[in-house]
């Protein structure tokens, strides 16, 4: 069975920088893309990049590539989202997903929520 | 970017009813739209992709259609667990983009 499960939530001070760990597993699949979306309250979700499983290619909205890295580890098969420079505004529930053959978000994770806060 | 933009937003319905969502695109995206389920506190859940596609395990009482850049959910007959919001979400062109949602309220 599918599985994605992400690291615990965060509080962190403007400025400062966060990295959320997202753990897959039960995936049959060799290749697919681990996918990052935020939500901040209330608002429709936020599509921010992606990491391919198999050869590590990423790609990122355009308005977060500054500040967003994704990376992944393949000897534990779990993938990282950091975050920069952190502003008020980033306060949001992050997911992580997947993205096999239905060429869309299918397995999300149970979320991680990160509070800018001073 | 791609707008993507649901009606209507709140909907009221009781259960039994048929219920439709639509989703319009700012312009084309062939058939790459998928609709979400999303329940409070919850990750958003896949009920439809590639725009008629029914997700394993999800109620068939969920349809999808459309192309281009019009799109419906339709939800044949409301039952209580059906009560969330509902996203559309085009994958054609980067970046993805969610609509605003449609909450489905009760009557």
């Known amino acids: 069975q599918v599985q994605l499960v992400q690291s615990g939530a965060e509080v962190k001070k403007p400025g400062a920088s966060v990295k959320i760990s997202c753990k897959a597993s039960?995936?049959?699949?060799?290749?697919?893309?681990l996918q990052w979306v935020r939500q901040a309250p209330g608002q429709r979700p936020e599509w921010m990049g992606w990491?391919?499983?198999?050869?590590?290619?990423?790609k990122y909205s355009q308005r977060l590539q500054d500040r967003v890295t994704i990376t992944w580890d393949t000897s534990s098969n779990t993938a990282y989202m950091e975050m920069r420079s952190l502003r008020f505004e980033d306060t949001a529930v992050f997911y992580c997903?997947?993205?096999?053959?239905?060429?869309?978000?299918?397995?999300w994770g149970q979320g991680t929520l990160v509070t800018v806060s001073s | 970017d791609i707008q993507m933009t649901q009606s209507p937003s709140p909907l009221s319905a009781s259960i039994g009813d048929r219920v439709i969502v639509t989703c319009r695109a700012s312009?084309?995206?062939?058939?790459?739209l998928a609709w979400y389920q999303q329940k409070p506190g919850k990750a958003p859940r896949l009920l439809i992709y590639?725009?008629?596609s029914l997700e394993t395990g999800v109620p068939s009482r969920f349809s999808g259609s459309g192309s281009g850049t019009e799109f419906t959910l339709t939800i044949s007959s409301l039952q209580p667990d059906d009560f969330a919001t509902y996203y559309c979400?085009?994958?054609?062109?980067?970046?993805?983009?969610f609509g605003q949602g449609t909450k489905v309220e009760i009557k």
């Open positions: 997903a997947t993205s096999t053959w239905t060429a869309t978000l299918d397995s």
């Open positions: 039960g995936y049959t699949y060799t290749s697919y893309t």
């Open positions: 990491i391919n499983s198999d050869n590590g290619d990423t």
């Open positions: 312009q084309s995206i062939n058939t790459w």
């Open positions: 590639q725009a008629s």
């Open positions: 979400l085009q994958s054609c062109f980067y970046p993805w983009t």
